[in-house]
């Protein structure tokens, strides 16, 4: 998967924008409080989504070791990171969808 092609998943819910943070690209949900739902790294390597769900985050480790690895706030688990290069689309757009959700997103 490219970077391209993430951006145009996360793009595609309702509502999402495309914003700086730092040294990264943000997907944000619209609005005033603008929450972060993924990041993308400058080099286009890693997709950062914000999974809330600790089970979830648990299942898609396990079910994806080795493209969909921890993200760590300091000690605090608070999403996962996702290899682009080996993400297969159909399973980062289900992410990106729990994502969004879980930050306040609706249809």
């Known amino acids: 998967m490219t970077p391209a092609q993430a951006r145009e998943l996360a793009l595609a819910l309702a509502g999402a924008v495309e914003k700086p943070h730092h040294e990264l690209t943000s997907f944000r949900l619209p609005g005033a409080k603008g929450r972060i739902f993924a990041t993308l790294t400058p080099d286009g390597a890693e997709l950062r989504v914000f999974i809330k769900d600790e089970a979830a985050r648990d299942a898609w480790i396990a079910r994806e ?41 609706s249809a």
């Open 65 to 105: 070791a080795g493209v969909v690895e921890p993200l760590f706030w300091g000690a605090k688990r608070c999403g996962v990171k996702l290899l682009l290069a080996k993400a297969r689309p159909g399973w980062v757009k289900e992410l990106l969808a729990q994502s969004w959700r879980e930050n306040g997103g």
